[in-house]
């Protein structure tokens, strides 16, 4: 049984746009939530999180957007970059210590 | 940055061998480490959650006598695979956290472990 969803396993957009990268997640209990970014052969990397109290949090080109109600939560990043060009892990916590359960990823081309 | 080094980064062995796997946090202390399998085209997926000073946690599933973790001190884990077999092989990845729980976790570069 899946927690963390991410039900597009890639996406494709032109250098310059936006990509929206979405997650859905079951689990009530989730009260903090993190987007990762892995390039091949290399352990994935912080990029942002957003904690059940907010419904949005921005940090440069990467903007993250929480819907409590429907449960979903999407990554933005605009204007996307051929260096953007990853898979993108969306992550969820219960808080305190419990571990982080994450989702199968979003391997993002963003073409130029 | 907070930065966790792995090693070795890849690693092939023979079946019946054991493999060790070590994750340090270069520049902070780290109370509590976590490691991770991953399978091509798959999440993350937790093993167990390592504790300086005391057992591993083993999530639901995982062998604890094959994969055995010790965190002897608050910059070192080490996960061995004991007795590798073929299906062993996957990618590791471990995590920790500068300042405790998950928030946010900083991984190493994982190890690719082929069992032949």
């Known amino acids: 049984d899946q927690q963390v969803k991410q039900n597009s396993p890639s996406l494709s957009v032109q250098e310059g746009r936006i990509s929206i990268l979405n997650c859905d997640y079951t689990n009530s209990m989730f009260d903090y939530f993190l987007w990762y970014k892995k390039y091949p052969a290399e352990g994935p990397t912080f990029l942002i999180s957003?904690?059940?109290?907010?419904d949005k949090n921005e940090d440069g080109r990467f903007t993250v957007f929480l819907n409590k109600s429907a449960k979903h939560l999407s990554l933005h990043i605009v204007p996307s970059q051929p260096g953007d060009s990853a898979v993108y892990f969306c992550a969820a916590s219960a808080g305190g210590n419990t571990p982080l359960v994450f989702g199968k990823g979003t391997r993002l081309s963003v073409i130029a | 940055g907070a930065v966790v080094s792995q090693h070795p980064s890849r690693v092939i062995c023979k079946s019946g061998t054991s493999v060790k796997i070590e994750c340090r946090s270069l520049?902070?202390?780290?109370?509590?480490m976590f490691w991770y399998r991953q399978f091509p085209k798959q999440s993350l997926m937790l093993m167990a959650t390592s504790n300086e000073g005391s057992k591993a946690t083993y999530e639901q599933g995982v062998e604890k006598d094959k994969f055995l973790i010790n965190h002897a001190s608050l910059t070192l884990s080490t996960l061995t695979v004991t007795s590798a077999h073929p299906e062993d092989s996957s990618f590791y990845i471990c995590?920790?956290?500068?300042?405790?729980?998950?928030?946010?976790?900083?991984f190493g570069n994982g190890t690719r472990l082929t069992v032949t």
């Open positions: 957003i904690s059940s109290i907010k």
């Open positions: 995590s920790a956290s500068s300042n405790g729980g998950n928030s946010p976790l900083h």
């Open positions: 520049d902070f202390q780290a109370t509590t």
